[in-house]
């Protein structure tokens, strides 16, 4: 999850605000088989969404330490969801 | 076949023959058989170690498990090179590891000493950082006794927990006071459910608990607030290095920059957090009420914000430094340590109608200047939230508080700490208690986590 450091891109701020705060929020889903005492199989779905307090946009790359273009990008919320399959036996 | 039948023959008559010399040759004599007796006053599974009245229980688990489009232990890409979706970025993770316990209770004149220890033996991808890592050459988990565990024959041990009950006493690695008792996981598998107070690993301290009868008890504790796995978040010098966040001008490189996936760190010995040594512990406590209709607790903490100098951030894994020179901190003085603190209630209501053994849990945290007690999870919070998609670019920055020192570079004013606001309004999540080792459940049940949602409020807000 780091990286070092790099540069970041060029924040515009006639258009921007630099609020770091912002909220996060999960809903997610277990669905476990038990056939025997203490032996479980389960599937999990997580999705999590980001809702950020930044707004406008940010020109060139956000950080130069990831491969990422040499664009301009608009700040805005995104989500993502996961996957977990599990056996687990407790003895 | 005859030659099966032979042998069978052979070896059977060979026995009685070794048997009936003994009864011949020996005395008969009766020796008391050592069998392990039972220990049944701590409940099942205990049994006496020979020749002494501590009785002891082996346990653990055995887990292997995958994540798809995510981390180790269903990590969401919410940052790092899968929030990205770069080429570096590993879309599924697996890892197996198998947990060992040891529990033991000795029935003395103070009441029960009790010794517990855990500790798992896991082997998956480089740390949990779900991408091969561009920064390959750096191990990010060498602090926490973690070895370069993606390749064969290694592997990592984690020390889960360690610790000692005396006379009301607890010390060693344990539950912190101000957890609930499900800690993060009302019903889930994943260790990234924000909310919920995680410290379900442990966290090494001194406690000293009340039983008051009727299933209602107080717990004091003192935890130890060095690494931010337990209690910290990052402290951001916004005008450490070359320039910060101020001017509306968002750099990467220096110290106090709240850059991209992880330009300031996810790990207290990382780049960029400002956050100083250990000075004072986190002071934490609950009054708790566990009856037959369920559980309700109040937790409260107290943590010191304790930053470092006015002209630099930590980068402790080089060189101390991180866009100033070292050298001539002190010279510019440090903010002084600001005190902030967390409160969470919990309650968990058994015997709901949906079926045997199911429950509610659910919980709610409120913290100043300690946003570690909102966000829960029981490893290190990452520093940053970093979701894109296309050029649509999400983020938000963890702190517990920003300061901004006297920069030669930006001329800003200078501010002692600053405490950030974190508050989980519906850290909330019912389930179906069918968790392994609980119920027999021959069909598949549905455990739902309902929203959780963590609002954390900076006080930096930098004008454009």
Known sequence: MTHGGGTGGVFNPAISSCDPGFAVSEIGMVTRWTPVKNLAFSAEVLYAYLKTNMSGTITNAPSSALPLALTSYTFGNNGTASLNLRVQRNY | ?464
């Open chain 2, 1 to 464: 076949m005859k030659t099966i039948k032979c042998l069978v023959l052979g070896s059977a008559a060979g026995l009685f023959a070794i048997s009936g010399a003994r009864a011949a040759d020996l005395p008969v004599k009766a020796k008391a058989v050592e069998y392990v007796r039972i220990c049944s006053r701590y409940g099942a599974g205990f049994f006496y170690i020979p020749g002494t009245d501590t009785c002891i229980k082996l346990g653990g688990y055995l887990r292997a498990d995958v994540t798809i489009n995510g981390g180790v232990y269903d990590f969401p890409f919410y940052n790092g090179e899968g929030a990205i979706r770069d080429r570096y970025a590993n879309f599924y993770t697996d890892r197996s590891r198998v947990a060992l316990t040891v529990d033991t209770r000795t029935a003395t004149e103070y009441g029960v000493v009790r010794t517990f220890g855990q500790a798992g033996f896991s082997f998956g991808p480089f740390n949990y950082t779900s991408s091969i890592g561009l920064a390959a050459s750096v191990n990010p988990g060498a602090t926490a006794g973690l070895v370069n565990n993606d390749t064969s024959d290694n592997g990592y041990v984690g020390v889960e927990t360690v610790f000692l009950q005396f006379a009301g006493f607890t010390f060693g690695k344990s539950f912190s006071a101000f957890s609930s008792p499900w800690h993060g996981y009302p019903g889930n598998n994943t260790s990234f459910l924000i909310g919920g107070f995680d410290s379900v690993t442990g966290v090494n301290n001194v406690q000293y608990s009340w039983q008051f009868g009727n299933g209602v008890s107080a717990t004091i504790g003192a935890d130890d607030s060095s690494a931010n796995a337990f209690n910290r978040t990052q402290i951001i010098n916004a005008v450490g290095g070359a320039a910060g966040i101020n001017g509306g001008v968002v750099t990467g490189g220096a110290g106090g920059n709240i850059g991209f996936s992880g330009a300031a760190s996810a790990f207290v010995t990382g780049v960029g957090t400002a956050y100083g040594g250990s000075s004072v512990p986190d002071f934490v406590g609950n009054i708790r009420v566990d009856q037959a209709w369920g559980l309700f607790q109040i937790s409260g903490a107290v943590h010191d914000n304790h930053a470092a100098y006015f002209n630099n951030a930590n980068d402790v894994a080089t060189t101390f430094n991180f866009g100033q020179n070292q050298a001539g901190a002190v010279n510019f003085g440090h903010p002084n340590d600001v005190y902030g603190g967390a409160v969470s209630a919990a309650l968990q209501i058994k015997n709901i109608p949906t079926g045997a053994g199911d429950d509610i849990k659910m919980d709610a945290s409120w913290s100043r200047g300690a946003s570690k007690y909102t966000l829960g999870t029981s490893g290190a919070d990452p520093s940053s939230f970093d979701i894109l998609n296309g050029t649509r670019f999400a983020m938000g920055v963890v702190t517990d508080a920003i300061y901004s020192g006297i920069s030669p570079n930006n001329g800003n004013p200078q501010t002692g700490l600053q405490l950030t606001n974190g508050w989980i309004p519906t850290g909330h999540r019912a389930c179906s208690a069918a968790s392994p080792g609980s119920a027999i459940t021959r069909r598949p049940r549905h455990c739902t986590a309902t929203p959780t949602l963590l609002t954390l409020v900076s006080p930096l807000r930098a004008a454009a």
